[in-house]
């Protein structure tokens, strides 16, 4: 889990990890100025890093300390179904399926917002473009992410980037079961929000470099 200034979420979502019973729990803190780190510390049987910020950067050192053959990449902000790990044991029970993701179900997790209905535009837009992307829980063979060179070491888009170099050595999957996923930052700025969500995936398909996308974008943490 990479996480960044994250104190009002880290500790109910390592409780829900922990209750899930995950053969082991990595936070990778990337620099938080507030309490998360304590917090996650204080959460038995979870492992904490510090790294560089960087979400990519930050997921790979948490895979390289990882033992399991199988990792899990979750977002502070994204709640896994409660048979979360039934699902990834039946989904790469498959050969061929080197990874695969959760469907996504976007929220006002701060009390109701007239904007609410609008973070159903994130859902479509995962199911649309069939990529998966970071918010929707990747888990993937240790092979299959240590064959294609883990995350790349960019600013923004380190997930679909990921997802297509995955597609080339094997099957992704995107499983029936959803995974809630906070919408604050669309809340926060709906606009600009909205366009990021479609533009920036389509400039990247088209080829543009994802640290020119990122200057664009500002801020991607």
């Known amino acids: 889990m990479p996480v960044l200034d994250e104190e009002a979420r880290i500790a109910a ?7 899930s019973r995950f053969h ?5 803190d990337g620099g938080s100025r507030d309490r998360t780190v304590e917090l996650a510390r204080a959460h038995a049987g979870v492992r904490v890093l510090v790294t560089a910020r960087g979400r990519g950067q930050q997921m790979n050192a948490g895979a390289r300390e990882a033992t399991g053959e199988v990792l899990l990449f979750v977002h502070a902000d994204a709640q896994l179904p409660a048979d979360a790990g039934a699902w990834i044991e039946r989904t790469l029970a498959v050969p061929d399926v080197v990874a695969g ?3 996504l179900h976007t929220v006002a997790d701060v009390g109701r917002n007239w904007l609410g209905p609008f973070l159903r535009i994130a859902d479509i ?3 649309v473009t069939r990529v998966p992307y970071g918010d929707q829980a990747l888990f993937v063979r240790r092979a299959a992410f240590e064959a294609v060179g883990g995350f790349p070491d960019v600013p923004l888009m380190e997930d679909i980037e990921l997802a297509q170099r995955l597609r080339g050595v094997g099957r992704l999957v995107v499983v029936p079961a959803y995974v809630r996923v906070s919408g604050r930052r669309f809340l926060q700025h709906p606009i600009a929000g909205t366009l990021a969500m479609w533009t920036f995936p389509t400039l990247h398909r088209l080829g543009v470099p994802p640290r020119l996308l990122a200057r664009l974008y500002g801020n991607p943490r």
């Open 13 to 19: 979502r390592l409780a829900e990890l922990v209750a």
């Open 24 to 28: 082991e729990l990595i936070v990778v």
């Open 101 to 103: 993701a959760f469907r």
């Open 125 to 127: 837009r995962s199911h």
